[in-house]
Each structure stands twice: as C-alpha cells, then as structure tokens.
C-alpha cells in the first residue's frame, strides 16, 4: 500500500464517516470541495443509497 492509498482511503472513511465536505476538502488540502466531490463522487452516491436504504428498512 502507498501513501498515496492512504490518502484516498483516509479521505474516503471520513466521508462514509459522515464527516462534513468542506471539512473533508479542508482537510485534504483541496482549495474547493467540488475538487473533493468530483474525485470522490461514487463514494458519497454509495453512502447515499445506504442512507436511503437504512431509511426503507425502518418503514418496513
């Protein structure tokens, strides 16, 4: 595993964390979250499809 790896996984658990973007963005070094949320777009619509389906679950 790289530093780099590292980086991208560190990046991803704090968004699957729930942690804020623009604290996620800040603490990546990125000037702007859209740099953020562009690199790591397919990690947030997973997390989303998870919030939906925990939210389905409970009407269920």
């Given amino acids: ?20 973007i623009s604290i996620v963005a800040g603490r990546a070094g990125h000037a702007r979250t859209s740099t953020t949320l562009d690199i790591y777009a397919h990690v947030i619509s997973t997390a989303d499809q998870e919030a939906a389906d925990k939210l389905n679950d409970m009407f269920a």
């Fill in 1 to 20: 595993m790289t530093v780099h790896s590292l980086r991208h996984t560190n990046i991803t658990m704090q968004i699957i964390a729930g942690v804020p």
